[in-house]
């Protein structure tokens, strides 16, 4: 019996592991590839462990500042490990396991390295120098891959313009959602009521929706401030924000800024959530000002449940939200925009039911997680027939179209 082919993916964020990596480790799985993860300690990883479904996740720990002696020992780490584990195929995410992961996975001698961009960490609002650093560790990161994935189709331009990479390595992946759970069919008006009382609000409460990293590059600051731009005009919407707290660098908590701007009637922080796609089908629009962003995941959920949505005008975002459409694209870093963006659409019961049923019908055309899926598949099954053999690939199942 052959070998089965050894994919290891690494990411930096462990809640990642069961929000976004979870179903296309379990599809990878499924088709006849040995999946495991390495991941950085957190929430959830706190040392080599087995996920719900029997996925193996080596933990190795990535400092999120510039620490050498422990960047150093967190290389050493994954050389040792991926010539012990002979992987066929190494999968980096994000910066810093991009970094040493593709540098380890060379020396180790493994036959094909990808790197998938989630957006690229460089923006406009960035000092030139931070945009020079990070650009440099994309190029040295893209010398040692084989193949370079982008959620988005503008940052390929932006790859290729900036020599961070040639054409020829540069593919463009997308990204995706679970249509079936975020489905605003399968959400009943009672579940909704229900969600919306557990919650604390009434069944005409107009509710405003924010998902993301607790850090300044999601934009809630800009949310607060918007927040409190609609209060001061006495309009009777509410607020919530979701996401998990931590106390590393650059980390926000919502709750202080709620404090602040004294906001404690009108927007309210639920943290860490595992029914968003309830939430979302018990809120009336979904906002997410960002700075930068590969695709953002939660406007597509949002798309999905048949919500409108303001988004900024970044890549990424732009891709995903059609102003006036399916809602509105605002400038970066202008809660007076957003505010006015959210007021214009929650305002108007017709724009707001016709832009959320746009958007459900986009999220079915284009957000589809098994598409992306099935692309990645389909890279991974060439670069082995290419730099391993064909024979490797007899164990795995056909891919199917739909």
Request: with cysteine; hydrophobic share 45%; net charge positive.
């Amino acid at each position: 019996m052959k070998k089965k082919i050894k994919v290891v993916h690494l990411s930096n964020f462990d809640v990642g592991i069961q929000i976004h990596m979870r179903n296309q480790m379990l599809y990878l799985r499924k088709q006849g590839y040995d999946i495991s993860i390495i991941c950085n300690p957190g929430q959830i990883v706190k040392g080599d462990m087995y996920t719900p479904d029997g996925i193996f996740v080596k933990a190795i720990a990535f400092s999120h500042k510039i620490t050498p002696f422990k960047d150093l020992a967190a290389l050493f780490k994954l050389i040792s490990y991926f010539r012990k584990e002979k992987f066929d195929i190494v999968h980096t995410h994000t910066i810093k396991p991009g970094l040493y992961g593709r540098l380890a996975a060379r020396i180790a001698g493994v036959p094909i390295v990808l790197h998938t961009i989630h957006g690229f960490h460089f923006h406009d609002e960035m000092h030139p120098l931070a945009v020079f650093i990070y650009k440099w560790v994309e190029k040295f990161g893209a010398f040692f891959s084989d193949l370079i994935f982008s959620q988005n189709r503008e940052d390929i331009a932006v790859a290729e313009k900036s020599g961070i990479a040639p054409a020829g390595k540069l593919k463009y992946l997308g990204n995706g959602i679970d249509i079936d759970t975020f489905n605003p069919a399968r959400v009943s008006p009672a579940l909704v009521s229900k969600k919306r009382s557990e919650l604390g609000f009434s069944e005409s409460d107009k509710i405003v929706c924010m998902v993301g990293r607790l850090v300044a590059e999601k934009g809630f600051r800009e949310y607060c401030e918007a927040v409190r731009i609609i209060s001061k005009k006495g309009l009777p919407i509410k607020f919530i924000a979701i996401g998990a707290v931590h106390h590393k660098a650059g980390a926000l908590d919502p709750r202080e800024l709620i404090k602040k701007n004294k906001l404690e009637d009108t927007m309210f922080f639920l943290g860490r959530r595992n029914d968003v796609a309830d939430i979302m089908a018990a809120v009336d629009l979904v906002a997410l000002p960002s700075y930068a962003e590969g695709i953002p995941r939660v406007l597509m959920e949002a798309g999905a449940m048949g919500k409108p949505v303001v988004g900024t005008d970044v890549r990424g975002t732009r891709e995903i939200v059609k102003d006036n459409i399916t809602g509105r694209l605002i400038p970066v870093k202008d809660a007076v925009s957003l505010a006015d963006a959210i007021v214009e659409i929650i305002s108007d019961p017709n724009k707001m039911q016709n832009m959320g049923a746009a958007a459900r019908e986009l999220a079915l055309d284009m957000f589809d997680e098994r598409i992306y899926f099935r692309r990645t598949d389909r890279e991974y099954r060439r670069l082995v027939k290419d730099k391993i053999s064909e024979d490797k690939l007899e164990g795995l199942k056909p891919i199917l179209v739909k």
